[in-house]
């Protein structure tokens, strides 16, 4: 079940077509959130949207890899990785579960 892929784009249609803001100004609110997210990322800070999930930076040591056609090892330099945690209540709208009532 391949679905399509959503872009910026169609984000900015969605919050003209909900939130009744002008294109532009749509647009404008889009590409502050994302810029505020990426920047935060950049400082090495996490990102949690509560209900959504958490964007973590971890930093990964050098080490060695192998060149798969050549077998040859070559070091692979330290680097920072972004991964994504989603929350339990993203992980059970996925799977079609429904949610618990929060109490």
């Known amino acids: ?15 003209y077509q909900n939130v009744g803001l002008s ?12 810029k ?14 509560s209900s959504f999930g958490s964007f973590v930076v971890r930093s990964k040591g050098q080490r060695i890899g192998r060149n798969p056609k050549t077998g040859k090892e070559v070091p692979i330099l330290p680097r920072r990785v972004m991964v994504f945690k989603p929350s339990a209540i993203l992980k059970q709208q996925i799977n079609g579960q ?5 109490a």
């Open 1 to 15: 079940m391949a679905g399509r892929t959503i872009t910026r784009a169609d984000l900015c249609e969605a919050v």
């Open 98 to 102: 429904p949610q618990a009532e929060v």
């Open 23 to 34: 294109r532009t100004e749509s647009a404008a609110l889009v590409e502050a959130v994302l």
């Open 36 to 49: 505020e997210i990426t920047d935060c990322l950049e400082g090495g800070e996490t990102v949690k949207l």
